[in-house]
């Protein structure tokens, strides 16, 4: 069964801070990691897409990398409307993707 | 920019009563799903459809769901006789069939409140 495992549950940065979100997975032939925002009340939005260890991308403030075990995704000098729950999930046999439980960032002034 | 929408936003129903929940996908996309969130908890999986009929389904899918493409732009989720704990938030997903590329785009969510 696939799992994943967010950390920390919760993290409060002073804007320009920078800090990293964990991600870390069990799953039988990955076939895609992905990372998603969320804001309160709304679905999730689709930021990343990793398919091999080594792997990076990038967006504005936000970089994401891979390795076999877990994915970080980097948040670079944060600004508080970078403020969001960060969902991290995995897709290994079939098309499902299996959710961890996020980490709600929080960006203040 | 294409987006999933979802309709409606909330729905209060009763106990046992039946709810249909609809969406419309990116267009031309042909794989979609249907996930749900409970209040505090992680997103899951329900169901994934393609072509027409379903491709994968959770333990939670059981018989009181259903999943519908009645015509060429809507996906509907059917709860037959709510229960209590069918409340959450309810998210639709569409994806690209294309090589290699399996990024999932979701709705806003319709909120289900069984009372």
């Known amino acids: 069964e696939d799992q994943v495992t967010q950390s920390p549950e919760a993290l409060r940065l002073q804007e320009g801070e920078s800090s990293s979100l964990n991600c870390s997975y069990t799953?039988?032939?990955?076939?895609?990691l992905f990372w998603y925002r969320q804001d309160p009340g709304k679905g999730p939005e689709f930021l990343f897409t990793l398919y091999s260890a080594g792997e990076e991308k990038e967006k504005e403030r936000l970089k994401a990398t891979l390795t076999k075990k877990e994915s970080f995704l980097h948040i670079t000098a944060p600004k508080p409307e970078d403020s969001a729950t960060y969902l991290c999930?995995?897709?290994?046999?079939?098309?499902?993707?299996?959710f961890g439980t996020g980490t709600q960032l929080k960006v203040e002034l | 920019e294409p987006e999933v929408t979802q309709t409606p936003s909330h729905q209060v129903t009763q106990m046992g009563q039946e709810v249909i929940l609809r969406c419309v996908p990116i267009?031309?996309?042909?794989?979609f799903y249907w996930y749900r969130q409970i209040l505090g908890q992680k997103v899951e999986f329900l169901v994934s459809f393609y072509n027409n009929e379903i491709s994968e389904k959770s333990e939670i899918f059981d018989d009181q769901f259903s999943v519908e493409r009645p015509d060429g732009s809507n996906f509907t989720l059917k709860i037959r006789s709510t229960k209590l704990e069918d409340s959450a938030m309810y998210f639709c997903a569409s994806s690209e069939v294309r090589l290699a590329v399996y990024e999932q785009y979701f709705g806003p969510g319709t909120r289900l409140t069984v009372t």
């Open positions: 999930a995995v897709r290994g046999g079939g098309n499902k993707l299996t």
């Open positions: 267009s031309n996309h042909l794989y």
């Open positions: 799953v039988s032939g990955l076939r895609g």
